[in-house]
């Protein structure tokens, strides 16, 4: 019986045979070495927490601005009305709208990336929590995508603000660049997203807080960095 990859993928997976677990500037190498796809996949971060997210003192959820940004442009949808309407069409978000644009939600529009909301317009996005908290997709002070400064917001995003939050597993899962960028790049980018999670722990989690830390490309097997490495990263 076969495995069912392909050769490249069987090919990566022999570059990581007696690896453990890898400081982080090898882990970047290994990850694009391994990436079996013909284009340049995603670089996600996947992150094992020691909290419990069934608490509501454990959740886990922020965001962070990638120095190099993700590579990939992300429609971004804003609520906000009157001149904030404006601001947000100026900086150059791409659906802008008050009631209009939650009524053309609640009809099953979400063809966007990232929504943003100005504080005024929350009462009338909450009702759209069904729609979008499962798609990750709901506004959130914590996550700096409630706010009045909402041009500010819209230009972080296309700088590379990235949201994270961690899963009902006690997992986050978050990109942090793709295999066509540089070495240094993709360590920034790291090391940006593990100083956010660091930064983000609940006083409440006991014990160890990063359990485990892998990189992966869109399409190959994950590399194991060690955690405590993985902790001691911080932008320069």
Excluded: W
Excluded at 45 to 74: I, N
Excluded at 108 to 119: I, K, N
Excluded at 204 to 213: D, E, F, M, N
Aim: some cysteine; charged content about 30%; proline content about 5%.
């Amino acid at each position: 019986m076969t495995s069912g990859r392909g050769k490249r993928y069987e090919a990566a997976l022999k570059l990581l045979e007696d690896k453990d677990l890898v400081d982080p500037k090898e882990g970047i190498r290994l990850v694009k070495a391994v990436n079996a796809s013909t284009f340049a996949g995603t670089v996600e971060l996947h992150v094992r927490l020691g909290v419990d997210p069934r608490h509501a003192d454990q959740m886990v959820r922020s965001s962070v601005v990638l120095p190099h940004g993700t590579g990939k442009h992300r429609r971004i949808a804003v609520f906000a009305q009157g001149e904030k309407e404006r601001e947000a069409r100026d900086a150059g978000a791409d659906i802008v709208g008050a009631e209009d644009l939650v009524k053309k939600v609640q009809e099953g529009f979400t063809d966007f990336d990232v929504a943003l909301a100005t504080p005024d317009m929350m009462g009338s996005v909450g009702r759209l929590g069904k729609i979008l908290g499962p798609r990750g997709l709901m506004p959130n002070p914590k996550a700096g995508t409630v706010t009045f400064d909402i041009a500010r917001a819209v230009r972080d995003v296309q700088a590379g603000r990235v949201e994270f939050r961690v899963d009902r597993y006690g997992i986050i899962h978050v990109p942090v660049g793709k295999t066509s960028f540089e070495d240094d790049a993709l360590y920034e980018n790291l090391a940006a997203m593990m100083e956010a999670i660091v930064k983000a722990k609940p006083s409440a989690a006991k014990g160890s807080y990063l359990r485990a830390c892998f990189l992966a490309p869109t399409i190959g097997p994950s590399v194991k960095l060690d955690p405590a490495a993985a902790a001691r990263l911080s932008v320069a």
